[in-house]
């Protein structure tokens, strides 16, 4: 099992910038991906923001190109989500997901909320 922990969120005005964390505790082994997902509004499909592998891999969303960048500090097993020039429509509860690429075995945070005012 994996547990993950999520913080950072809060409220910003538009062109501001927030840093999301995720820590991962459990049973952690190597050939994993960890990235955070975002929903808005509740009940609509989360949507991929960014995604980091164990071996440094990353892939981004076209709409957070240039403006948010996903890092990891694998002896804490914490990825960060760096996000600047924070738009209205990036506005909603953003989640960490941690999976195995092997089994596909995957876990998720308990979301933490991003609100940026125009």
């Known amino acids: 099992q994996v547990q993950l922990v999520e913080s950072g969120g809060g409220l910003v005005q538009a062109g501001g910038s927030l840093r999301l964390s995720c820590a991962a505790s459990?049973?952690?082994?190597?050939?994993?991906?960890m990235g955070w997902y975002r929903q808005a509004p509740p009940g609509k499909e989360r949507e991929l923001v960014a995604i980091i592998s164990s071996g440094g891999f990353t892939n981004y969303a076209d709409s957070v190109k240039g403006r948010f960048t996903i890092s990891r500090d694998s002896g804490k097993n914490t990825v960060y989500l760096q996000m600047n020039n924070l738009k209205p429509e990036d506005t909603a509860a953003y989640y960490c997901?941690?999976?195995?690429?092997?089994?596909?075995?995957?876990?998720w945070g308990q979301g933490t909320q991003v609100t940026v005012s125009s």
């Open positions: 997901k941690f999976q195995y690429i092997a089994s596909a075995a995957e876990y």
């Open positions: 459990g049973s952690i082994f190597r050939g994993n991906l």
